[in-house]
């Protein structure tokens, strides 16, 4: 009897240690493959390394970290003894091929935009620099007199009004977004952009909807950039590579979770 019993608890602990390598073997986690799109924290929410005015060394008065964001106070950007532009960039790297991603918000009748492939070195960056245009679509024409701009650029028809080629998420003075597919939340609250940039295509995302897709460099893009606001900004649009940039419109802005992958 005893030997039965002795026999019965060796068979339980053999098969209790196959059950254990079975679980073991079973549970072992796969083997991690190389993360070929990682992404570049350009903003890591409390400091604002890497950032400073266009072509200048140091950030310009208003823009600031502040509550996680990078933000531009208007009131902090009245000082009276700064004398250079209040357009900024992420100096650290420029950029080729790229997808850019941000969050951002504005006030009522804000203004404000995002330039990639900007060269520093002109008198501004819209002179040479394409622009993902941000702007209170629905407010601004009734704040701000637009009409001399307007006509200016040959708008000679309702030149009160914001133009297509003026409003969010658009290729500023070229490309305009699709309108029926923009989700654009109302002033004050937060959206997402995404920017894809390969020499076969660009393409504008707002909240998660492409709106936007042109190819750089083509024929349809030399006619619109010969053709509209650019046609006398020889430099305009023509670099392949340089730094990512925010547009100071004298306006307040709120931009989080800023982040790059090199495409």
């Excluded at 083509?218 to 900004?233: H, I, Q, V």
Aim: proline content about 6%; some cysteine; overall charge negative.
């Amino acid at each position: 009897m005893r030997y039965l019993t002795f026999l019965l608890l060796v068979l339980l602990i053999n098969q209790s240690c196959k059950t254990d390598k079975k679980v073991e073997k079973d549970t072992v986690a796969p083997q991690e493959t190389p993360n070929n799109e990682e992404w570049i924290i350009l903003f890591d929410g409390t400091s604002t390394e890497g950032w400073r005015a266009y072509n200048g060394e140091e950030l310009p008065p208003g823009w600031i970290a502040k509550n996680g964001e990078l933000t531009f106070d208007t009131e902090l950007g009245l000082e009276q003894n700064y004398t250079g532009g209040k357009d900024i960039i992420y100096g650290a790297e420029e950029f080729e091929n790229f997808e850019l991603y941000l969050e951002w918000k504005l006030p009522k009748g804000g203004n404000s935009g995002i330039f990639y492939h900007l060269k520093e070195g002109y008198d501004g960056p819209p002179e040479v620099a394409p622009e993902y245009q941000l702007i209170d679509d629905e407010n601004y024409a009734s704040i701000h007199d637009l009409v001399a701009y307007n006509k200016s650029l040959g708008y000679t028809e309702n030149p009160e009004e914001l133009k297509p080629l003026q409003q969010t998420a658009s290729d500023y003075a070229m490309h305009p977004a699709d309108a029926s597919k923009k989700i654009l939340h109302p002033v004050g609250e937060w959206n997402t952009t995404k920017i894809v940039f390969t020499p076969e295509k660009v393409e504008h995302w707002l909240n998660g909807q492409m709106v936007l897709s042109f190819v750089p460099w083509s024929e349809d893009w030399y006619e619109r950039k010969n053709s509209d606001k650019w046609k006398n900004s020889e430099d305009y649009g023509k670099f392949k590579s340089g730094y990512i940039g925010f547009q100071d419109h004298s306006s307040p802005i709120w931009f989080r979770n800023i982040k790059i992958k090199k495409l």
